[in-house]
């Protein structure tokens, strides 16, 4: 390591030291700096931000902080930075120890639920008429959709077997009127095709 990376961490550790409070040497020293989402300390160093916990480890206890360990705190106080205070742990017992402490925690928010879950509370007579009255008022709604559903599907079963109208019977003038008026049509298309005929032959 060369002097300038030891000036470099010297520095590091003094502006460390500028955001932690070391008033009780035996105590814990807590870090005023920026944290993480879970709050605990962050530092920026080497043009990214680290665990300050990590950068006391590596940098003045001269440790080395192995795969999937982490340095912790044996106070559990998220923002400690103490050395006398960290330890280096296994991730999967850090997971153990964790859900080991909440278990307790866990069981008296599942009772308390249980407990609200299983109390009986007797409404007022004003809450129940209330709720007799919205009862009422949601059946007859009901009803009246049940029964302009049921008429609707009577009108359109009703449509539905009323047969077409018979055409109306024709007039025996009405029927002689049509036919000779189907017949002059012929004759005229008739006689009209004849002389077409009679031209193209003369021309030809």
Not at 113 to 135: G, V, Y
Not at 144 to 159: Q, S, V
Request: aromatic share 6%.
């Amino acid at each position: 390591m060369g002097a300038n990376d030891e000036s470099y961490e010297e520095k590091l550790l003094q502006r460390i030291w500028d955001k932690t409070d070391r008033s009780d040497p035996d105590g814990c020293w807590l870090f005023s700096g920026g944290t993480s989402t879970n709050g605990y300390p962050l530092i920026y160093a080497h043009r990214k931000m680290k665990r300050v916990r990590n950068v006391i480890w590596r940098t003045l206890l001269k440790r080395h902080v192995k795969w999937n360990h982490r340095v912790v705190s044996t106070c559990d106080n998220r923002t400690c930075v103490n050395p006398d205070h960290l330890v280096m742990k296994d991730i999967d017992a850090i997971m153990r120890e964790y859900h080991m402490k909440q278990r307790p925690a866990a069981r008296e928010t599942r009772k308390a639920l249980l407990a609200i879950a299983r109390r009986r509370i007797k409404p007022t007579p004003d809450e129940a008429a209330a709720s007799i009255a919205r009862f009422d008022r949601l059946l007859e709604h009901k009803v009246a959709e049940a029964e302009k559903a049921k008429a609707t599907e009577a009108k359109a079963t009703e449509a539905r077997s009323v047969p077409a109208p018979a055409p109306a019977e024709k007039t025996h003038e009405e029927v002689v009127t049509e036919w000779e008026k189907k017949k002059a049509d012929f004759y005229e298309s008739y006689i009209r095709g004849r002389v077409e005929k009679a031209k193209a032959v003369s021309h030809g």
